[in-house]
């Protein structure tokens, strides 16, 4: 079983900055692939960034050049460093682990951290 605690999160102006952590326990952290996601009120969950288990990365294009996702399998977490902040990125932002198998994929995700930017 994957448990991901998620941290970081608040309240920030527009045009600030956070950096979110979701620390994994599971054994061999660096097997899985990782992913932030998103979840503003009335909309559906939406990818924010992943970071694949060779350090690929990926970005909404909502993000790009904002967002930045990194890992540290050393520790077992990875990061979402949130630059130029906008009234947009509103929103619970839930941290993703999954296994890819030959048959099939298994989902982990976080209880979810709350970040509110204000305009």
């Known amino acids: 079983q994957v448990q991901l605690v998620e941290s970081g999160g608040g309240l920030v102006q527009a045009g600030g900055s956070l950096r979110l952590s979701c620390g994994a326990s599971v054994s061999l952290f660096s097997v899985y692939a990782m992913a932030w996601y998103r979840q503003a009120p009335g909309k559906q969950r939406e990818l924010v960034a992943t970071i694949s288990n060779s350090g690929n990365t990926n970005y909404a294009e909502s993000v790009k050049g904002r967002f930045t996702i990194s890992r540290d399998n050393a520790k077992s977490t990875v990061y979402l460093q949130m630059n130029s902040l906008k009234a947009d990125d509103t929103a619970v932002y839930y941290c993703?682990?999954?296994?890819?198998?030959?048959?099939?994929?298994?989902?982990?995700w976080g209880q979810g951290t709350q970040v509110t930017v204000s305009s």
């Open positions: 993703n682990a999954r296994r890819i198998l030959t048959y099939a994929n298994l989902d982990y």
